[in-house]
């Protein structure tokens, strides 16, 4: 599925209108067919407000239709009826000449009537504001959306929730919370980052006849996959396979101060498939964790200069628990200098590089990085708050001119290779918890060690990873890195066999 900006929305309609001759009032009956349709069953009561653009006129003819339906529908028009748009005046003058109540605000003074017609409704449809809006919400649209919120007690947004920018996804003053949006033929970009997350309970992609070519053509390259996309990732086994075939894995995590990391970065990989799978951790910690990782080799050092070689792998895993002092830095240079084999490079091992950011000169085209925002700070030298403003693009930037896949964790996880970005569709809140990114590298390393290129372990990882979260959600109160691993083979299998 596509992800669409203000300007690509805007791209696709005028050339659907333009060139191919399709009437702007044609496709907004084909979205008002499409959207009735699916909210016909939502209750009998419903209260439709409806600005002077396109979005309004897209409103009026779901009231119409669902008018027609036999619904008790009433209109609630804001905006100067002498300056909207030829496609709203068409539809104004068909829902009154089918005498669809209408009431128009122009002041506060009829706050209490729409409190309580709000209340009498069993939903409302919010048709106030399309993807063009670009300024604040203020003034009496401001006081209609409060009331909205506050006292609706279901919330249908067409195309986008009102005052919610389409690009950045920034509340413009104020913007409907709605439960459900039916948007357009494609996601928008707001929808992913800032507000958006927090305002959007549910989204849904109506298709309204914009051919699917201009859809990829205005994309900026910006995709959630579909569950058979993840799929089709998943590592086949042979029936003659031997662990040879499914990945040498090489695990360095863990110090004196952090055993935790590595058993959880180390059974990830395990129980996500990895043929073999050795752990490289200090000697302060290997012995304890020799008798929980049954089914890995453990190496241990006391210094850099103990470890002779890092051949025979056919991926590396480095930087959970690993800490940030004069050896774990001498460490991971060698691992950088001495290796050619591809890495997934997380936690300390970032800190360490954006200390020395020469070292992403060395892991050009092999190596994932899975930063948080605050990792994501430091590596680019920018504050948290500019990061979570701006993920897609400074993610893709990084990505870009390092020539990396860049793993930006974080709700909405962002994955790049400086040309494509996508977006995992999985995980939640409840999975916010102490271990899930070592967890997460884990997963990564091992499907990478099965033979999936480097974007496609951390697609795969960041889904399934998600996937058992949300899957635990539903019945835990929280989910902890080690119900993630003990369900990994299990939510494998089952994508599978889908």
């Not at 068409?90 to 209408?102: D, F, G, Q, T």
């Not at 799929?231 to 695990?251: A, D, E, M, S």
């Not at 995980?427 to 480097?454: P, R, Y």
């Amino acid at each position: 599925m596509e992800i669409l900006s203000v300007e690509g929305c805007r791209n696709i309609d005028n050339f659907t209108i333009e060139n191919i001759g399709i009437p702007s009032i044609v496709l907004m009956e084909n979205a008002a067919s499409k959207i009735s349709d699916e909210i016909n069953n939502m209750g009998d009561t419903v209260t439709i407000f409806c600005g002077i653009g396109n979005n309004g006129g897209d409103g009026l003819a779901v009231a119409r239709k669902l008018y027609l339906a036999g619904k008790n529908i009433e209109i609630v028009l804001l905006g100067n009826e002498a300056k909207a748009s030829e496609e709203v005046k068409v539809n104004l003058n068909i829902v009154r000449n089918l005498n669809i109540k209408i009431t128009k605000i122009v002041d506060s003074n009829k706050k209490d009537y729409l409190k309580q017609r709000i209340l009498d409704s069993d939903y409302v449809v919010d048709a106030l504001f399309g993807v063009g809006l670009n300024r604040n919400i203020e003034g009496l649209f401001k006081e209609v959306v409060e009331i909205i919120n506050k006292y609706a007690k279901y919330i249908v947004s067409i195309d986008i929730p009102s005052g919610l920018h389409g690009n950045s996804g920034k509340i413009l003053n104020v913007a409907i919370n709605a439960d459900i949006v039916y948007t357009i033929e494609v996601l928008k970009k707001g929808f992913f980052i800032n507000d958006g997350i927090n305002i959007i309970k549910d989204v849904k992609i109506v298709n309204i006849d914009i051919p699917d070519f201009l859809k990829k053509e205005n994309s900026e390259k910006t995709y959630i996959l579909s569950e058979s996309d993840y799929k089709n990732f998943i590592p086949r086994r042979k029936r003659n396979g031997h662990k040879g075939n499914y990945g040498k894995v090489l695990v360095i995590a863990g110090s004196e101060k952090y055993s935790g990391a590595a058993y959880i970065v180390t059974e990830s990989s395990v129980r996500t498939g990895s043929g073999l799978v050795t752990l490289l951790t200090h000697n302060s910690i290997s012995s304890s964790l020799r008798s929980k990782l049954i089914e890995s080799m453990i190496m241990d050092y006391s210094s850099y200069k103990d470890i002779k070689s890092f051949d025979g792998f056919d991926i590396i895993a480095c930087g959970p628990g690993l800490d940030v002092t004069e050896n774990s830095k001498e460490l991971l240079k060698r691992v950088i200098k001495e290796t050619k084999c591809n890495l997934v490079l997380d936690a300390d091992a970032l800190n360490i590089i954006s200390e020395n950011k020469d070292l992403l000169k060395e892991i050009s085209g092999r190596a994932i990085l899975t930063p948080h925002p605050g990792e994501m700070a430091r590596l680019t030298n920018k504050t948290i708050k500019e990061i979570e403003e701006d993920r897609i693009n400074i993610a893709k930037t990084f990505a870009k001119e390092n020539n990396v896949i860049l793993l930006l964790k974080g709700y909405n996880t962002i994955i790049t290779d400086g040309e494509e970005v996508f977006i995992n569709p999985t995980g939640n809140s409840k999975m916010a918890s102490g271990g899930m990114g070592d967890c997460l590298a884990g997963i990564i390393t091992s499907f990478c060690g099965q033979k999936l290129t480097l974007l496609e372990g951390a697609l795969l990882g960041a889904y399934i990873h998600g996937l058992i979260g949300d899957k635990l959600s539903h019945s835990n109160f929280i989910v902890n890195a080690r119900d993630i691993i003990e369900n990994l083979p299990k939510t494998i299998q089952e994508l599978c066999e889908k």
